[in-house]
């Protein structure tokens, strides 16, 4: 889809000529092809383009960098719905402990916490060839069976005191496909994310794909570019390094004004004492053959 066909597109979603999953459908069959392999990039381009790299004036096998890059539709959707979610949650905490319990019951495994049956102490000590098999560490109490408390017990107490430690144990495994282990609060902030997903679900994929379109504008307009070099193209863009407009000669991070060469003494010494511990400790890791 092209740079002036993709603003008409958001044009008559704003308007409401085209539904946005109708305007989805269409524009993802028309950008198939990479932007910069049309015809319409190409004959902007040559608009645009500079004739020598904006960074180190060089004149050889020049392009257009991009400063940014338009975001994958699915990561915009996940941050509108998370802030969304944030809001409902902390607007509407409220939901019926019985609600909760079947929620947890039909979706997760229960994997409890085991307990001492005389002192109520977690995690007895488990022995794998002396008997009893369990000890506990608190009362010295040897015994064949632990306790552990209900599901139901479990989320009352989740209810009436959310800090208590043992409401706060990961002991609930999901039993969809990922196995998810996760604590009560996590199933409950879970429930109520999938709440104001459902009942915003139009809202968040018209205001995402308004977002991806306005994103994707804004990078075929080369409004945010700057003309490069192959080799400051690659920095840039791989590495986020760019060269030093003091000495034009290293590079440097895209967010520090000079490069290390450029710097005062003191703070140069400093910068490299640094990257040598640096080097030292991955060498060190490296031996040691820790990741």
């Known amino acids: 889809m092209t740079y002036q066909e993709t603003i008409e597109l958001k044009d008559k979603i704003l308007k409401c000529e085209i539904s946005v999953a109708d305007a989805t459908e269409l524009y993802f069959a028309k950008t198939k092809t990479k932007s910069w392999h049309t015809k319409d990039w190409k004959e902007r381009r040559v608009k645009v383009i500079k004739d020598e790299c904006e960074i180190c004036t060089s004149k050889e096998v020049l392009t257009l960098q991009h400063k940014s890059h338009p975001r994958k539709l699915s990561d915009i959707v996940r941050e509108i719905t998370t802030n969304l979610?944030?809001?409902?949650?902390?607007?509407?905490?409220?939901?019926?402990?019985?609600?909760?319990?079947?929620?947890?019951?039909?979706?997760?495994?229960?994997?409890?916490?085991?307990?001492?049956?005389?002192?109520?102490?977690?995690?007895?000590?488990?022995?794998?060839?002396?008997?009893?098999?369990?000890?506990?560490?608190?009362?010295?109490?040897?015994?064949?069976?632990?306790?552990?408390?209900?599901?139901?017990?479990?989320?009352?107490?989740?209810?009436?005191?959310?800090?208590?430690?043992?409401?706060?144990?990961?002991?609930?495994?999901?039993?969809?496909?990922?196995?998810?282990?996760?604590?009560?609060?996590?199933?409950?902030?879970?429930?109520?994310?999938?709440?104001?997903?459902?009942?915003?679900?139009?809202?968040?994929?018209r205001t995402a794909f308004l977002r991806y379109l306005d994103e994707n504008i804004k990078y075929l307009s080369f409004e945010d570019t700057m003309t490069c070099c192959k080799k400051c193209a690659f920095s840039y863009d791989l590495n986020n390094m760019e060269l030093c407009p003091q000495c034009k000669k290293y590079y440097k991070g895209i967010s520090y004004p000079t490069c290390i060469e450029c710097l005062p003494e003191d703070r140069k010494k400093a910068a490299k004492e640094k990257i040598e511990f640096g080097k030292a400790w991955a060498s060190m890791h490296e031996e040691l053959g820790i990741d």
């Open 85 to 205: 979610a944030r809001d409902y949650v902390e607007t509407n905490p409220a939901i019926s402990q019985d609600e909760f319990l079947s929620h947890v019951k039909n979706n997760f495994t229960y994997c409890p916490v085991k307990l001492c049956p005389n002192c109520n102490s977690r995690n007895p000590n488990e022995r794998m060839r002396k008997t009893p098999q369990y000890l506990c560490t608190v009362c010295r109490l040897e015994f064949d069976e632990a306790i552990h408390k209900s599901v139901e017990d479990l989320i009352a107490e989740f209810y009436s005191n959310a800090d208590t430690p043992e409401v706060n144990d990961k002991c609930f495994v999901s039993k969809d496909k990922y196995g998810n282990v996760q604590r009560l609060s996590q199933i409950k902030y879970w429930l109520l994310r999938e709440g104001a997903k459902g009942k915003n679900k139009d809202e968040i994929e």
